[in-house]
């Protein structure tokens, strides 16, 4: 039977490429709520415009609205096997609006948490430093540049800080994502669909342990 994958992860756990992995790989299709929310923005149907209307008018997406736009995404040719959903459901009210559209598209719901240690998220995030021509990035910690601050392939260029990647902005962030995947999780536990594997490894690593799962 197809599968919806359910990925969940905090911000820098390494979920988005373990996703991109998966589609490059084995062309699982990675279902994005971001990209699903900017295709909307420039879209001309009735769907389309109803989120253009709300988001105008300063009101937050219903959870209604936002499971219209995953069931118009995921009704896809591309979607009719298997496909990742990253950043959705966010809530246990979504996680049930997502059994419906299971049930409707024949599918089973398998939910895979890339769980990784605090100070470890901590460290990734705010060790973060970037290159401003080529992109390329690097941390402080775990893979620092050749010399101090600066990109080993524009020697002329400081490396970037974005500046919510500070522990105070880094902190409030994983509290929040915490205070609102708390329940998702435990949605997912109590029905014995949760699988956790280990975030601080490899990504090669990790990749190998999510193939064998899905």
């Known amino acids: 039977m197809s599968k919806i994958i359910v990925l969940i992860g905090a911000p820098g756990a390494g979920k988005g490429t373990q996703a991109r992995l998966l589609q490059e790989r084995k062309g699982i299709p990675q279902i994005s709520t971001g990209d ?31 499971y219209q736009i995953v069931r118009e995404r995921t009704s896809r040719d591309d979607c009719a096997g298997t496909f990742i959903l990253d950043g ?32 470890e998220l901590m460290k990734r995030l705010t060790g973060r430093r970037s290159c401003s021509v080529c992109g390329e990035i690097y941390n402080i910690y775990s893979k620092p540049p ?35 995947t708390s329940p998702l999780l435990d949605y997912y536990e109590k029905s014995g669909r949760l699988k956790k594997i280990d975030g601080s490894r490899e990504v090669e690593e990790i990749y190998q342990e999510l193939e064998k799962m899905i």
Do not use: W
């Open 36 to 66: 699903m929310f900017r295709e909307m923005k420039n879209s001309d149907t009735p769907l389309a415009r109803e989120v253009q209307a709300t988001m105008a008018s300063g009101k937050l997406i219903s959870d209604e609205l936002t």
């Open 88 to 119: 959705y459901p966010r809530t246990a009210v979504q996680a049930e609006q997502l059994e419906s559209l299971a049930q409707e598209q024949g599918k089973e719901i398998h939910a895979i948490e890339v769980d990784i240690a605090r100070d």
């Open 146 to 180: 050749k010399s101090d601050n600066v990109c080993d392939f524009h020697p002329e260029t400081q490396l970037t800080h974005r500046a919510d990647d500070n522990e105070e902005s880094v902190a409030t962030r994983l509290a929040t994502y915490d205070e609102l």
